[in-house]
């Protein structure tokens, strides 16, 4: 697996990490938790990720309730693996009465001390979405003094708009505070917002892009071909409505035309579609996050392919 380079943060990261959203339950979902990868399977696909070659490891103190920085420091104290970059995120709702994303100073320094204790250490710190509430030099400032300490090395910013990303590097100019390195949002051939305008922007600005979500809930894969419904406890049908505008049967119509190119190129559509994201030159590491063993091999897949530019474009046109 190669390294590349996380936008000019000077960090050099492997072209996949591995998502660690599933482990204790299905993301931030609080009617999720308990539903997704227990701890010994959460083990399990930690050590199959970096036997794979995969050197970063991507969570959240909103995961599963902290079960998935639990078992992720878990992890890292049995494996010890020296060469493993951290990734987690501040701002969601996990402090009582919380009811919207607080990117406050004292917000952000509790729960970095908090992901800390589970997790051993934090690499890479990100912003979990906007807060509004929050003056942004006031959030940025938080950033930068836990890079000042030594207890982050760089941070980034998630679920942004162009329009906000735009802002949070025009306060940082000014004040003279850190910019955040890279952007992290949802990304696949069947979600493509951030094609027109966010990516050339990080792109234009030197930034990282780390796409989660990369085969759409599971939609851009063999699974739901021929009209097949929803397994219970799969991403789709407990997060549905996320997916509700890509599960549609022009959607689904869009994915069997996928399907059909993956043959020519005898792999599966799962592995053409991240080799798409592997290509895609403004991508610099999708964020992949198998629930079984056997899904590792989209992966190997990806890895194998090296798309042309043409064949890179005409995938994607099958989705325009």
Do not use: C
Not at 120 to 144: H, I, K, M, Q, W
Request: aromatic share 6%; proline share 6%.
């Amino acid at each position: 697996m190669r390294e590349v380079q996380l936008g000019r943060s000077g960090i050099a990261v492997s072209e996949f990490f591995f998502g660690a959203g599933g482990i204790g339950g299905m993301g931030s979902s609080v009617a999720a938790r308990g539903k997704g990868l227990s701890l010994a399977q959460g083990i399990e696909r930690l050590n199959e990720a970096y036997d794979l070659g995969i050197r970063v490891i991507d969570t959240a103190n909103t995961y599963g309730g902290g079960r998935s920085e639990e078992a992720v420091g878990r992890w890292l104290d049995e494996r010890l693996p020296e060469d493993v970059l951290v990734a987690t995120k501040v701002g969601g709702r996990v402090e009582p009465g919380q009811d919207r994303v607080d990117l406050s100073a004292a917000h952000i320094e509790r729960q970095l001390a908090a992901s800390i204790r589970r997790l051993g250490r934090v690499d890479l710190y990100l912003s979990n979405a906007p807060d509004p509430s929050t003056p942004l030099p006031e959030t940025l400032s938080a950033f930068a003094g836990a890079i000042e300490a030594g207890r982050i090395r760089s941070f980034g910013v998630s679920n942004v708009t162009p329009a906000q990303l735009e802002e949070v590097l025009s306060v940082a100019d000014r004040e003279r505070l850190p910019r955040p390195e890279w952007v992290q949002n949802s990304f696949s051939l069947l979600v493509r917002t951030d094609e027109r305008d966010l990516l050339p922007l990080a792109a234009a600005e030197g930034l990282g892009y780390t796409p989660y979500s990369p085969l759409a809930g599971g939609l851009l894969s063999d699974r739901y071909l021929g009209g097949a419904e929803p397994r219970p406890g799969s991403r789709i049908a407990e997060a549905g409505a996320i997916y509700a505008q890509v599960f549609t049967p022009g959607g689904l119509e869009r994915v069997e035309r996928l399907a059909a190119r993956a043959r020519d190129f005898d792999v599966s559509t799962a592995g053409l579609a991240l080799a798409w994201l592997r290509a895609h030159p403004l991508v610099t590491a999708p964020i992949v996050s198998p629930r079984w063993s056997h899904q590792w091999d989209a992966v190997h897949e990806a890895l194998a392919l090296d798309l042309t530019d043409g064949e890179a474009a005409a995938i994607a046109e099958l989705f325009d």
